[in-house]
């Protein structure tokens, strides 16, 4: 039997500064929910990488630190397992991915210029070219039985009408857990390499892929995808590791990382803090897979139990069963007439802070009638969350 006691056990994060806890009141108007929102676990970084790190405060001296071959070794090995093979002299570090994507915006278009996403998507993706002067195009995902798609007309026609230079891809992608497949994706690139499209595909999630499902990295399709993309990732959603600000980039194409590069170095970004080459190298190692696929187990649990919640108390609530990441996409439009009636309930009611579908979907308002929970949450913080929906039913019946 395995040890469960790292997903069973309650941490209390009261003086940690844990951002999920501290921006409850900010953002759902009290701070007594029960958050389940930004995509950071409730869970612990495993223990190989605490030692890394503990090991390394032995040594006094905390002064500037540089990548060096162990961690390159380290990310190319780790790619491997996705079937990408990946160069040193294609690897340039971010402060985190979020980073990467905003420098990107900067590198590979001008001001005026069209920045194409497709919602429901991570927020930033929206907020990225508008904080920079170009316009956000949006080429919404179909919801076809069940599971999202990517419309390829709408995409082409964005890029023929909207001066599109760049693209901002979530594979796998958030907020739906879909795993892109490998000819979605090279239907994709046949698009940016015909109208003269960077690709920047944001893969943070992709360790995270259940059974059943392959995640392609978007650069590995071939070499004319490897020539146009820009992949980023980083450790720091399969481990935990957001506090420590931690993410790369993999550029193949020499014109594309120099421009990238320029960007990187008006902004003074040099490298990873010493923190985080520490805890990249301890994450990808075998350690880390087998931490990972325990992960996943959990993480399966949880959303098993959610869904036989569902339909057992809220049949009308339908839940996206995530290919990849902890992150479910629960669609409440059956139940509630407006979006400020579903949110009202789950803060007021059930006292459940999740993200609000809204910010998913830009002006398209794909992301109206729902909610993306997180579920990397020790046992106990789900039952609990069961439990308060459970009694806000009973109230409102
Ligand atoms: C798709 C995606 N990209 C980037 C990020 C942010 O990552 P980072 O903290 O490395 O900026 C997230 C976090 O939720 C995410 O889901």
Known sequence: MPDLTPFTQVYDREGTAAEKYLLCKALFGRDDVLPMWVADMDLPTPDFIIEALQQRLQHPLLGYTLATDTTYRAIIDWQAQHGYSVKASEIVFTHNVANGFFMAVSA????????????????PFMQAPILQGRQTVEAPLI???????????????????????????????????RVWQSDELAQLVDLCIHYGVTLVSDEIHSDLV???????????????????????SSPGKTFNLGGLQIGYA???????????LKVCQANAISGLNLFALTALQAAYSLAGKQWRDRLMAHFSRNIDRLEAFLGE??????????????????????????????????????KLGLSDGESFGGESGSGTGFMRINLAVPTPVLEQALHQLKSALERSA
């Open 143 to 177: 919801l076809q039985n069940g599971s999202y798609q990517m419309d390829f007309a709408a995409m082409e026609q964005a890029m023929q009408q909207h001066n599109v230079k760049l693209m901002l891809l979530c594979n796998p992608q958030n907020p739906s857990g």
């Open 250 to 260: 993999i550029i193949a194409n020499p014109q594309l990382k120099a421009a990238y």
């Open 108 to 123: 590979f278009t001008q001001p005026g210029d069209g920045v194409l996403v497709t919602p429901p998507v991570y927020p």
């Open 313 to 350: 108390h809220l049949p009308d609530v339908n839940l996206m069963r995530p290919q990849a990441s902890y992150l479910v996409w629960l669609d409440f439009r059956a139940r509630f007439e407006t979006h400020a009636a579903l949110k009202n309930w789950l803060v007021e009611s059930a």
């Open 210 to 232: 259940y059974p059943g499902y392959q995640h392609t990295p978007t650069a590995s399709l071939s070499e004319q995808a490897a020539q146009i993309t820009v992949t980023l």
